[in-house]
C-alpha cells in the first residue's frame, strides 16, 4: 500500500509542475473538486442540488427541521475499510460525497419557500492529511456544495441540541431508513423532547421522477455497462470460469472510470442460472450452458442493470432457443406498451400472460393460462418482478411501495426484466425443459409518448446474441 521512493519523487514532480500551471486551484492539492464528476463529461451541479433541497421544504410541514447523515467508513478488518458511499438520501440533497457529515435543512421563509443548509463536515490537518488525505472541510462545504454555513462534524451535538431547546423547531424530518447514524446525531443532540418523522418517503417521491442531472449520470453508467457486456460477451467460452467473465466487466468499470459496480455481478452458468442472486462466480462453464449475466456499473453513484443471458458454446440448443424467444418476445410487448399513464400492473400482466402462452404452445408446461395465473402456479416459472426503477440506488425507491399500483410518469427511469426460470426439479416442465433459464433486462426512460430504451445498443435478440459470441 505504499509506493516505492523513484515513483514518490516523480509524483512530487508533478505536483510541482501542476501548481505552478494552475494558479485559479485553491483548493489544497491532490484533492479532487466536485466541479467534475470521474473522468468527466458530467459537471457537478450545485444548483440542482439547491433546488432539490427548496422542492423537499415546500413538501413537508412549515417550521420543521431536517436532519441527514450520510455513512461513515467502516471497519472490515484489521486496519482496513470498507469502500465508501455516501448515503443515497443525503447524496441526492447535498451532492456531497465524503464521510461523517451531517446536513441540516430548513425553510428560508417567504413565499415560495427556500431552503437554507447548515453542513458538518469532518476536517483534517496534520498527520491525518498525510495518512488520508485532505478533506473540503467547512470551507468546502460552504464553497463547493452551496451550504450556507459549516462547521466541524464535532460540533454538531452541541449546535442541534441549542437549536432544539431554543423553541424555533417544530418536528424533525431525519433520514432513518437512509441511514442508521441519523437516530444517534438525533438522540445524542437530546432530540427525545422533538417528534421525529422519517424523510425518506418524501424524498422518495422526489427521486421517481429523474432531472436532467440524474439521467446525463444515468446514461452515462448505461453506457459503460453496455460497453462491458460487449467485451464481456466476447470472452465467454467452454471450460472457462464464471469469474474470469466477471473480470472483464470488471476491467471495462474501471476503464471507464466507475469506482464500482451498482450491485454484485450475477455470472450464473448451468445450473447456477437458477439461483436468482447467484454470485460466487466461481463455476467453470461447459458447452452446452447458458450463463445469465447481470452487471450494472455505478458511475456518480447512478446505477446501471442490465442482463443478457448467452450460450456459452455461442448456439442456443433448440429448448434454450424457445426459451429465451419466449422472454424477448415479452420484452418487446413490455417495452411497446410502456408510456405515461400505463400501470405497472398493467406491464406485469401483460408479461405473465406472454410468458405463460408461450409456454404453453411451445409444450413446455400443460394446462391452462387461467388456471396457471389464478393457482399462482406461474409464479414457479416468473418468480421475480418484471422490473423496478433505478437511480442511485439500483433498486430505487419506487420498489419500497405498493408498486404494482404505481402508474408510469415521464422521465421515471426503469429496469425491465422479464424472466423464466425452469427449474431442475420442476416437474411441471417438460423434461427436455427442465433447468433452462432466460432473463433480458433493458434500462429504459419513460418518455411523454413512450419510452427510451437507455441500453438500446447492445443488442438482445437471440441470432445477435449468438454473433456477439466468440464461437
Ligand atoms: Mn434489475
Same mark, same amino acid.
Given at each position: 500500500?505504499?509506493?516505492?521512493?523513484? +515513483?514518490?519523487?516523480?509524483?512530487?514532480?508533478? *505536483?510541482?509542475?501542476?501548481?505552478?500551471?494552475?494558479?485559479?486551484?485553491?483548493?489544497?492539492?491532490?484533492?479532487?473538486?466536485?466541479? +467534475?464528476?470521474?473522468?468527466?463529461?458530467?459537471?457537478?451541479?450545485?444548483?440542482?442540488?439547491? /433546488?432539490?433541497?427548496?422542492?423537499?421544504?415546500?413538501?413537508?410541514?412549515?417550521?420543521?427541521?431536517?436532519?441527514?447523515?450520510?455513512?461513515?467508513?467502516?471497519?472490515?478488518?484489521?486496519?482496513?475499510?470498507?469502500?465508501?458511499?455516501?448515503?443515497?438520501?443525503?447524496?441526492?440533497?447535498?451532492?456531497?460525497?465524503?464521510?461523517?457529515?451531517?446536513?441540516?435543512?430548513?425553510?428560508?421563509?417567504?413565499?415560495?419557500?427556500?431552503?437554507?443548509?447548515?453542513?458538518?463536515?469532518? /476536517?483534517?490537518?496534520?498527520?491525518?492529511?498525510?495518512?488520508?488525505?485532505?478533506?473540503?472541510?467547512?470551507?468546502?462545504?460552504?464553497?463547493?456544495?452551496?451550504?450556507?454555513?459549516?462547521?466541524?462534524?464535532?460540533?454538531?451535538?452541541?449546535?442541534?441540541?441549542?437549536?432544539?431547546?431554543?423553541? $424555533?423547531?417544530?418536528?424533525?424530518?431525519?433520514?432513518?431508513?437512509?441511514?442508521?447514524?441519523?437516530?444517534?446525531?438525533?438522540?445524542?443532540?437530546?432530540?427525545?423532547?422533538?417528534?421525529?418523522?422519517?424523510?425518506? =418517503?418524501?424524498?422518495?417521491?422526489?427521486?421517481?421522477?429523474?432531472?436532467?442531472?440524474?439521467?446525463?449520470?444515468?446514461?452515462?453508467?448505461?453506457?459503460?455497462?453496455?460497453?462491458?457486456?460487449?467485451?464481456?460477451?466476447?470472452?465467454?467460452?467452454?471450460?472457462?470460469?464464471?469469474?474470469?467473465?466477471?473480470?472483464?466487466?470488471?476491467?471495462?468499470?474501471?476503464?471507464?472510470?466507475?469506482?464500482?459496480?451498482?450491485?454484485? $455481478?450475477?455470472?450464473? =452458468?448451468?445450473?447456477?442460472? $437458477?439461483?436468482?442472486?447467484?454470485?460466487?462466480?466461481?463455476?467453470?462453464?461447459?458447452?452446452?450452458?447458458?450463463?445469465?449475466?447481470?452487471?450494472?456499473?455505478?458511475?456518480?453513484?447512478?446505477?446501471?442493470?442490465?442482463?443478457?443471458?448467452?450460450?456459452?458454446?455461442? $448456439?442456443?440448443? &433448440?429448448?434454450?432457443?424457445?426459451?429465451?424467444?419466449?422472454?424477448?418476445?415479452?420484452?418487446?410487448?413490455?417495452?411497446?406498451?410502456?408510456?405515461?399513464?400505463?400501470?405497472?400492473?398493467?406491464?406485469?400482466?401483460?408479461?405473465?400472460?406472454?410468458?405463460?402462452?408461450?409456454?404453453?404452445?411451445?409444450?413446455?408446461?400443460?394446462?391452462?393460462?387461467?388456471?396457471?395465473?389464478?393457482?399462482?402456479?406461474?409464479? *414457479?416459472?416468473?418468480?421475480?418482478?418484471?422490473?423496478?426503477? !433505478?437511480?442511485?440506488?439500483?433498486?430505487?425507491?419506487? &420498489?419500497?411501495?405498493?408498486?404494482?399500483?404505481?402508474?408510469?410518469?415521464?422521465?421515471?427511469? *426503469?429496469?425491465?426484466?422479464?424472466?423464466?426460470?425452469?427449474?431442475?426439479?420442476?416437474?411441471?416442465?417438460?423434461?427436455?425443459?427442465?433447468?433452462?433459464?432466460?432473463?433480458?433486462?433493458?434500462? !429504459?426512460?419513460?418518455?411523454?409518448?413512450?419510452?427510451?430504451?437507455?441500453?438500446?445498443?447492445?443488442?438482445?435478440?437471440?441470432?445477435?446474441?449468438?454473433?456477439?459470441?466468440?464461437?
Amino acid at each position: 500500500m505504499c509506493m516505492g521512493w523513484s +515513483k514518490v519523487l516523480i509524483f512530487a514532480a508533478l *505536483l510541482v509542475l501542476l501548481a505552478a500551471c494552475s494558479d485559479d486551484i485553491s483548493s489544497p492539492v491532490g484533492h479532487e473538486f466536485p466541479t +467534475k464528476l470521474y473522468p468527466y463529461e458530467v459537471t457537478y451541479d450545485a444548483a440542482t442540488y439547491r /433546488q432539490r433541497r427548496d422542492n423537499l421544504v415546500q413538501r413537508i410541514p412549515s417550521g420543521s427541521l431536517i436532519l441527514l447523515t450520510t455513512n461513515s467508513v467502516y471497519l472490515r478488518n484489521g486496519d482496513v475499510n470498507y469502500d465508501f458511499r455516501p448515503s443515497s438520501v443525503f447524496y441526492y440533497l447535498t451532492g456531497f460525497d465524503e464521510p461523517n457529515a451531517v446536513a441540516v435543512i430548513r425553510e428560508t421563509g417567504g413565499a415560495p419557500s427556500s431552503s437554507q443548509l447548515v453542513m458538518f463536515v469532518e /476536517q483534517r490537518s496534520g498527520s491525518s492529511v498525510q495518512w488520508l488525505g485532505s478533506v473540503y472541510g467547512p470551507e468546502g462545504a460552504v464553497t463547493y456544495f452551496g451550504a450556507d454555513s459549516a462547521y466541524g462534524s464535532w460540533m454538531v451535538g452541541g449546535w442541534l441540541k441549542q437549536l432544539l431547546a431554543s423553541g $424555533t423547531v417544530g418536528d424533525v424530518y431525519a433520514n432513518l431508513d437512509d441511514n442508521d447514524e441519523t437516530r444517534a446525531v438525533f438522540t445524542q443532540a437530546g432530540g427525545d423532547t422533538h417528534s421525529v418523522h422519517n424523510v425518506d =418517503s418524501y424524498v422518495d417521491e422526489m427521486r421517481i421522477i429523474k432531472d436532467d442531472l440524474e439521467m446525463r449520470l444515468l446514461q452515462r453508467a448505461v453506457d459503460v455497462s453496455v460497453q462491458a457486456f460487449a467485451e464481456g460477451i466476447r470472452s465467454i467460452a467452454p471450460l472457462k470460469y464464471e469469474y474470469e467473465v466477471e473480470s472483464v466487466f470488471d476491467l471495462v468499470l474501471r476503464m471507464n472510470g466507475c469506482p464500482r459496480t451498482a450491485f454484485t $455481478t450475477i455470472v450464473a =452458468s448451468g445450473p447456477n442460472s $437458477t439461483t436468482i442472486h447467484y454470485t460466487a462466480n466461481k463455476r467453470q462453464m461447459v458447452s452446452g450452458d447458458l450463463v445469465m449475466i447481470d452487471f450494472g456499473a455505478e458511475y456518480g453513484y447512478y446505477a446501471g442493470d442490465v442482463t443478457r443471458t448467452v450460450p456459452v458454446n455461442g $448456439t442456443f440448443t &433448440s429448448e434454450q432457443a424457445a426459451v429465451y424467444d419466449i422472454v424477448s418476445t415479452s420484452l418487446d410487448a413490455v417495452l411497446a406498451a410502456a408510456k405515461p399513464g400505463v400501470s405497472f400492473e398493467y406491464l406485469s400482466g401483460l408479461n405473465v400472460d406472454i410468458l405463460i402462452e408461450g409456454l404453453l404452445q411451445k409444450g413446455v408446461i400443460t394446462g391452462t393460462k387461467s388456471a396457471i395465473i389464478s393457482s399462482n402456479q406461474y409464479r *414457479l416459472y416468473i418468480p421475480a418482478s418484471l422490473g423496478h426503477s !433505478i437511480g442511485l440506488d439500483v433498486h430505487d425507491p419506487w &420498489s419500497k411501495g405498493n408498486y404494482n399500483e404505481r402508474i408510469l410518469r415521464e422521465n421515471m427511469v *426503469l429496469a425491465i426484466e422479464p424472466h423464466l426460470y425452469l427449474g431442475a426439479g420442476d416437474l411441471t416442465v417438460s423434461p427436455a425443459y427442465r433447468g433452462v433459464c432466460a432473463r433480458i433486462e433493458e434500462d !429504459i426512460r419513460i418518455t411523454s409518448t413512450g419510452c427510451e430504451i437507455l441500453s438500446a445498443s447492445l443488442p438482445r435478440k437471440r441470432a445477435e446474441i449468438e454473433a456477439m459470441t466468440n464461437k
